[in-house]
Structure formats: structure tokens, C-alpha cells
């Protein structure tokens, strides 16, 4: 069973790597490190343990930025209202065609 779960983690790893959308990427990413994790632990492999726990904060970290950028307005491409009156457009244009 042991050898099946570092089996899973790798799959999920290599999957992960292939990921075009960075969310997708860092969620297999996750997955893998949480398998990898789980079949270091039962073979006592405690640097790759320190390694996956390492790899695991990263990904959710950006996982929480990406999903924050996701859910931030976008600005819009509106043009910026018009704050002078007509008289002082009117006045404005004609200082430029005289000049």
C-alpha cells in the first residue's frame, strides 16, 4: 500500500508539472506533496519529508495569492469622466485652433 501512495505522488508530480493554468499547477502540486509526504513518513525518509512540508507551504501560499488575484475587481477601461463645464471646453478648443 506504501509504495502505491509514492506511486500517486508521483503521478500527481509529473501532472502538475505539465499544467498550462498556474492554479491547476499548484493544486496537483499540492496534492503530490501531501502523497509524497504520507510515503516518506511510513519509510522514515525525513529530508524528503523536511523537502514536501517545504514544497506543500509554497503551494498553498501561492494557491491564496492566485485565488485573491482572482477575485480582485479589474479595473475598467471606462475613460475618465469629463470634469470642465462647456463653456471651458468651448474656450479651450478655440485657444487651440487659434493657435
Not at 498550462?20 to 519509510?43: G, P, W
Request: hydrophobic share 60%; net charge positive.
Amino acid at each position: 500500500m506504501t509504495a502505491v501512495v509514492g506511486w500517486i505522488g508521483s503521478v500527481l508530480c509529473v501532472s502538475s508539472i505539465l499544467q498550462k493554468n498556474q492554479l491547476r499547477f499548484r493544486a496537483l502540486n499540492l496534492a503530490a506533496c501531501v502523497a509524497m509526504i504520507t510515503f516518506n513518513v511510513a519509510n522514515a525518509t525525513w529530508s524528503m519529508v523536511a523537502l514536501n512540508v517545504v514544497v506543500a507551504a509554497i503551494n498553498i501560499r501561492q494557491i491564496a495569492i492566485l485565488r485573491r488575484a482572482e477575485s480582485a475587481p479589474v479595473p475598467s477601461a471606462a475613460p475618465a469622466p469629463v470634469t470642465a463645464g462647456a463653456g471651458e471646453l468651448e474656450e479651450a478648443s478655440r485657444e487651440l485652433v487659434a493657435a
